[in-house]
């Protein structure tokens, strides 16, 4: 097995100012050991990292890390700054940074080896021998675990391995010796820890909750869901928890394990950053007796500190969109079903079907009419449901099951009251907010199995209900008709700038927080369809499709700007923009996202501004180009697509092959001797 980390591979004046410059001084190092076959390969995957989720860590660490394809052999670069760069931390910039390279197919022995470095880095006495080496030999030999940092009588490791190694891959990590917890047992927590890449943060997170269960006398058992696979709990062990900790970016696997116990649901970067709070706060979810229901399935945390089903987001912006989106992802199935059945019977029956008799009392089997009304009617019924699952599925998403009758019974009532979509949106809010009160509501242990029942759903119902009707609902609906009176008035060059405004919410994160925004106003308005609304509608769909079509465009005209993987997505992209999955374009605004974006941005408010110039509408809420049928103007509507696309790509290749133009002159002139003695001096 070739060493990790060499004195070649050791910066120990790295001069970077910035996390991109820091990252690719690193790399180079990593090139001429040849250990990475393209840079620029490789350095689009590590932004790809960055951009899920910073990796800068409290106490000046930097951790950059990421698989590819462009990675021969698994490889560590350690770089040390005076100055400190900014990798996103929360308490400044990192003086210690790590480049973190592992192939596509990395091995297990490589992927344990690295999993033992982070765990290291949780030790205050290693990261200080690092600060303090002198040597890049003696540096490398400690990172390799070959020269032991100076003690002080801590024992840094949760275990008893050898340094520079640790436990099997994905085994369950154990807090020694917890004092007990007041009746002769300690209050025992189990855990859950994975990142994106499975490399570092996992393994870190692991070690930070393990020590601070060891300090506060918890008995904390970890499962580390990393990329060399997991060892799952012993059921056991899960049975006799008293809580649950879920610190992860991706989707926890097996979530049904855990269901019945309270839950802390939290990113990553929390279980590394603030363990105590952590585990402080699921011993009071357990005093309170919040029990919460783990889903089979479902979306993992935002990436950061915040995320999941709770109180434990670090900023209310993070808690809130998280909140919204899960109301709206719940929400987009009834949306596609009910509304491409309305437009099929528009398509058979004509617009009048919407006005037909109810099929229960009327339908002929030869008639088209009937059928038409069939698919009408069940559309209807299907977009019936569309508010009370928004509103019922925030507040689940803020307070978990005992907050979906609350949540439902609000949407209900926000359309008998006619507060539409914006109604929804603070009917599921109200409802999360009322049950994580009455949550905080200290109980005796003999009520706590009826609170999530009976007590809570019938409390929260009750007074959220009483908002709905008698406090907020009325307000709202005046709120909901004047919004709809703006829609249908508008004309000339307010409805281009809302179809501008639009176009660049759709393409700015391409199936995050704003383009769901965006999506969800568009949507409220075919519950009640006008000819504004219907507008909205269609310029929403055309600017979304722009992304991935536009990518898959210059993949094709200018193949050399692109890596191997790109041009094979950007062939996968051509489909998903023409069925209206703005997230195909993803992949490639992970990787560049300073000249992406932009673009796409430029491409979709010119697609918008022209659907609405254009006069084009839609009843559609989804289908792309196969649903064009159903679109008002739809040659127009396809120009409208074609003149984003060419503007979204035409830019994307412009900075794309000025970024080629000069970046070849400057890696040569890295290369000469004298730009190495300035680089290192």
């Not at 409290?58 to 350690?78: K, M, N, Q, W």
């Not at 880095?121 to 600060?131: G, K, S």
């Not at 970890?222 to 012993?234: I, P």
């Not at 059921?235 to 394990?257: C, F, G, L, N, S």
Request: charged letters at 15%; aromatic letters at 6%.
């Amino acid at each position: 097995m070739s060493e990790l980390i060499t004195a070649e591979l050791v910066d120990l004046d790295l001069s970077a100012a910035t996390k991109d410059a820091a990252a690719r001084s690193l790399a180079e190092r990593m090139v001429a050991a040849h250990r990475v076959t393209d840079l620029d390969g490789f350095l689009a995957d590590v932004a790809a990292r960055e951009a899920q989720m910073p990796t800068g860590l409290d106490g000046g660490i930097g951790i950059p890390h990421c698989r590819s394809e462009h990675v021969s052999a698994p490889t560590l670069a350690f770089g040390r700054s005076a100055r400190g760069i900014d990798f996103g931390a929360a308490d400044g910039p990192a003086d210690l940074i790590f480049l973190i390279a592992a192939p596509a197919g990395a091995d297990d022995d490589h992927l344990t080896i690295l999993s033992g470095l982070a765990r290291r880095l949780m030790d205050p006495e290693f990261t200080a021998a690092l600060r303090a080496g002198d040597d890049p030999g003696t540096v490398a030999a400690l990172i390799r675990g070959e020269e032991p940092a100076p003690e002080t009588g801590a024992a840094p490791e949760a275990a008893d391995v050898p340094e520079g190694k640790a436990p099997e891959a994905g085994a369950p990590e154990r807090a020694a010796s917890p004092a007990d917890d007041g009746d002769g047992a300690p209050f025992r927590i189990v855990a859950v820890t994975s990142c994106p890449t499975g490399i570092a943060h996992t393994y870190m997170a692991a070690e930070s909750l393990t020590a601070a269960g060891r300090a506060e006398g918890v008995e904390v058992t970890v499962e580390t869901q990393g990329s060399a696979g997991f060892s799952k709990l012993d059921p056991a062990v899960i049975a006799a928890a008293d809580a649950v900790i879920w610190a992860h970016d991706v989707e926890v696997r097996e979530k049904a394990r855990f269901r019945g116990k309270p839950l802390v649901d939290v990113g990553v970067k929390a279980g590394i950053n603030r363990p105590s709070e952590l585990i402080a706060e699921a011993r009071r979810k357990a005093e309170r007796g919040e029990i919460a229901a783990a889903p089979e399935g479902g979306d993992g945390p935002e990436a950061g500190d915040g995320g999941g089903s709770g109180a434990d987001s670090a900023h209310f912006g993070v808690r809130l969109r998280t909140y919204l989106m899960s109301g709206v992802s719940y929400m987009v199935p009834f949306v596609a079903a009910g509304g491409l059945l309305i437009a099929l019977s528009f398509a058979i029956g004509g617009y009048e079907i919407a006005d037909a008799k109810s099929v229960a009392d009327h339908f002929v089997w030869g008639q088209a009419d009937s059928w038409a009304a069939l698919l009408n009617q069940i559309g209807s019924a299907a977009f019936g449901f569309l508010v009370p699952v928004l509103a019922g599925y925030i507040a689940y998403g803020m307070a978990d099951r005992p907050a979906l009758v609350p949540g439902f019974v609000g949407g209900a009532i926000a359309l008998t009251v006619e507060a539409g979509f914006l109604g929804g949106l603070v009917a599921g809010l109200l409802a999360g907010a009322v049950v994580m009160a009455i949550q905080r509501v200290p109980v005796h242990p003999t009520l706590r199995g009826i609170m999530p029942v009976l007590v809570i759903p019938l409390i929260a119902s009750a007074v959220v209900g009483f908002l709905m009707f008698i406090v907020v609902g009325k307000p709202i609906a005046a709120l909901q008709g004047a919004l709809t009176d703006w829609l249908n008035g508008l004309s000339g060059s307010n409805a281009v700038i809302l179809g501008v405004v639009l176009g660049l919410m759709m393409c700015f994160d391409m199936g995050g927080p704003l383009n769901k925004v965006a999506y969800a106003f568009a949507v409220g308005g075919l519950a009640d369809p006008t000819d504004g609304s219907l507008k909205v509608m269609a310029a929403v769909m055309a600017a979304g499709m722009v992304p991935p079509l536009a990518l898959a465009l210059a993949t094709t005209v200018r193949k050399k700007l692109f890596t191997k993987t790109e041009r094979e997505n950007g062939r996968a992209a051509w489909v998903l923009g023409a069925s209206f999955i703005t997230e195909g374009a993803i992949p490639f605004a992970a990787a560049d996202p300073l000249r992406v974006i932009p673009s796409v941005m430029a491409g979709g408010a010119v697609t918008g501004a022209l659907s609405m110039a254009f006069g084009c509408t839609l009843r559609a809420p989804h289908g792309g180009v196969f649903v064009v049928p159903l679109i008002g103007e739809p040659f127009l509507y396809l120009l409208a697509i074609a003149a984003g696309t060419l503007v979204a790509t035409a830019l994307v290749v412009l900075l794309k092959g000025a970024r080629r133009t000069t970046a070849v002159p400057a890696r040569e002139a890295a290369t000469t001797p004298e730009a190495r003695v300035g680089a290192t001096a």
